[in-house]
């Protein structure tokens, strides 16, 4: 076998409308049946996540928080990736009116237009904050922290690497994950800086293109990509 992980975003990926339908959950089983090992790999918070997905258990691990926070599900365990900002940025934008403001453990969140409020906080604090787009959404990170380097935790748990690993995704945020994966894939309702980035673009779109990519990673091993 030379692959041996699935990493896989949730939203636009997995998901459609935030809720995975049954025959995309056949599939994750059938790859899970032939000896692979499932990541997930999402931007959401994990409460936020456990809330729309109760079956996260049929993966191995779930990296969070657009790879600040790792969480295994057979445990219940977390472990910080990342730390958070400080209380004086989350201060300064609520005083500037950022609405909505979602807080995870590291991540801030909000809504394009405000990554130019983000912005200029983050320059006026002299933080070393980064922020990552997310097809509409703006997430607040630290620097450095990505969804490869969440993956990379997670696979190193796995006692496996990026190099025997597929990722799957569909929007700005994934393509740092596709590019550093061995083989990357994207559905069919990606964006199209997304899909430039995958060795293989689904036919189908959301869970139906992760299922198609599941089924052709079981049967041939992707051996005819070379």
Same mark, same amino acid.
């Given at each position: 076998m030379r692959y041996h992980a699935l990493a896989c975003d949730y939203d636009g990926t997995l998901a459609t409308h935030g809720e995975v339908d049954q025959p995309t959950l056949e599939a994750l089983?059938?790859?899970?049946?032939?000896?692979?090992?499932?990541?997930?790999?999402?931007?959401r918070e994990l409460g936020d996540l456990m809330k729309v997905f109760p079956q996260v258990g049929r993966f191995e691990r779930v990296v969070a928080e657009n790879?600040?926070?790792l969480y295994r599900p057979a445990t219940g365990e977390e472990v910080l990736l990342a730390e958070p900002p400080p209380a004086e940025f989350i201060v300064a934008l609520r005083e500037r009116k950022v609405r909505p403001l979602s807080l995870g453990r590291v991540i801030v969140a909000t809504w394009e237009p405000f990554q130019t409020i983000a912005r200029d906080v983050i320059r006026n604090l002299d933080l070393e904050l980064q922020v990552v787009f997310n097809k509409g959404a703006v997430m607040v990170l630290p620097f450095g922290v990505d969804k490869v380097t969440g993956l990379k935790a997670a696979l190193a748990e796995?006692?496996?690497s990026l190099h025997q690993t597929v990722s799957i995704g569909d929007a700005?945020?994934?393509? /740092?994950?596709?590019? +550093?994966?061995?083989?990357?894939?994207?559905v069919a309702n990606a964006l199209q800086r997304t899909k430039d980035c995958a060795a293989i673009?689904?036919? /189908?779109?959301?869970? +139906?293109?992760?299922?198609?990519?599941i089924d052709r990673l079981i049967a041939t091993d992707l051996q005819e990509l070379g």
């Open positions: 089983d059938r790859l899970r049946h032939s000896g692979r090992k499932l990541i997930l790999v999402t931007g790879g600040a926070l796995l006692d496996l700005e945020n994934d393509e /740092a994950m596709l590019n +550093a994966s061995r083989c990357s894939a994207a673009v689904t036919q /189908a779109t959301h869970g +139906a293109g992760v299922a198609e990519l």
